[in-house]
């Protein structure tokens, strides 16, 4: 009902109202910025159509709770907290054209990042790694960071396991590469000797490494002699420089075609400056990728003793401080055995 003194709402659908802000806000912000915000909007426009809302005078804070408890089963913290405070600032505008009734903005309650756990803030999901892998394969193919960020997903091996690989540690044509603790020539693997092992590669990976090693890699030996598979000009890259790289391919405006997430322009960003990547809010450190495929690979049905050999990781470890997938994940995973029984 409408309050005395109070404009009377008119109907308003949720894509029309998208296009109502769009089309306000497209001399404001630069078309990455509003790509962005029509992304996180499109999921308030799926909720809105499988709850059958098509006028959004309807809207009130109950929904808005309904909707961010739907969206938190489906993505981390930090997207949620991107989608909400997008929200908000649509739902404001809805408001200042009669579309939505007073106070709905307010009452958009986007989550604190303060406390959150490393592991549900810092982890590479699968759709990110696609994206990066994507943009890579086609503007950056079998380059240093490509051939790395692809190592370290599909091996899902720790930083310093991609550190230590040399050339003789592969085996492309049987398509596996052997990870070894050399302590005595500056390499190591974080179990020691119980950290040896094998990992399988797929063809696609095995390809990428190969180019990698004939056309980007410099040949040179490190400090004992030893020839790496990461390499820079002076020798094997450092951990630090892994780190830097890895920092870099992770940042959303890098492989989304320069849109961001946090509506910062890429002139005014320092987490453009060539060693200032880990300032950006959603770029991630090398064992998020570990996170991320541990993730995927368990999301994939793959028996939790294969994650565990091929990561090197105990069980109850995956299960404590891995296994980030989310309630809805693991719903769905759980409906794919049903619907086989």
């Keep these: 009902m ?5 404009q009377p709402l008119e109907p308003l659908a949720p894509r029309e109202a998208i296009a109502f802000y769009e089309q306000d806000r497209e001399d404001e912000v630069s078309e990455a910025t509003l790509q962005s915000h029509g992304y996180r909007l499109h999921n308030f426009v799926r909720w809105c159509d499988k709850n059958d809302v098509e006028n959004l005078n309807e809207i009130g804070g109950r929904d808005i709770q309904r909707f961010k408890k739907w969206r938190s089963e489906q993505v981390n913290i930090v997207t ?3 989608q909400m405070d997008t929200l908000r600032v649509f739902l404001r505008f809805c408001e200042s054209i009669d579309g939505v009734r007073d106070g709905v903005a307010d009452s958009v309650r986007s989550p604190s990042l303060e406390r959150v756990n490393v592991r549900d803030k810092d982890i590479v999901r699968e759709n990110k790694a696609s994206a990066i892998l994507a943009y890579h394969d086609k503007y950056h193919y079998a380059s240093v960071e490509h051939t790395l960020f692809r190592f370290l997903w599909e091996t899902g091996c720790r930083m310093g396991a991609a550190h230590s690989v040399d050339l003789d540690d592969l085996h492309l044509r049987a398509e596996y590469v052997e990870l070894n603790h050399r302590p005595e020539t500056g390499t190591t693997l974080k179990n020691g000797d119980g950290g040896e092992r094998a ?5 696609r990976t095995c390809n990428i490494i190969r180019d990698y090693i004939d056309e980007h890699r410099y040949d040179v030996e490190d400090d004992y002699g030893r020839r790496p598979l990461f390499t820079s000009k002076q020798g094997r890259l450092t951990k630090n420089i892994i780190r830097t790289y890895i920092y870099r391919v992770t940042r959303p405006c890098i492989y989304n075609g320069g ?3 946090h509506d910062r ?3 005014d960003c320092e987490a453009m400056r060539r060693m200032y ?4 809010p959603s770029s991630s450190a090398p064992h998020s990728i570990r996170r991320g495929a541990i993730t995927h690979y368990l999301n994939t049905d793959t028996p939790g003793e294969v994650v565990s050999d ?5 069980k109850d470890v995956i299960d404590e401080h891995y296994d980030s997938r989310t309630e809805y994940e693991k719903m769905e995973l759980r409906r794919s055995y049903l619907d086989n029984l």
């Design 277 to 280: 990547a880990s300032k950006c």
């Design 2 to 6: 409408t309050k005395p003194n109070e």
């Design 265 to 267: 322009e890429q002139d």
């Design 199 to 203: 990992v399988a590669l797929s063809t």
């Design 310 to 314: 091929r990561m090197n990781v105990s």
């Design 80 to 82: 949620l907290k991107s």
């Design 259 to 261: 849109s961001c997430p």
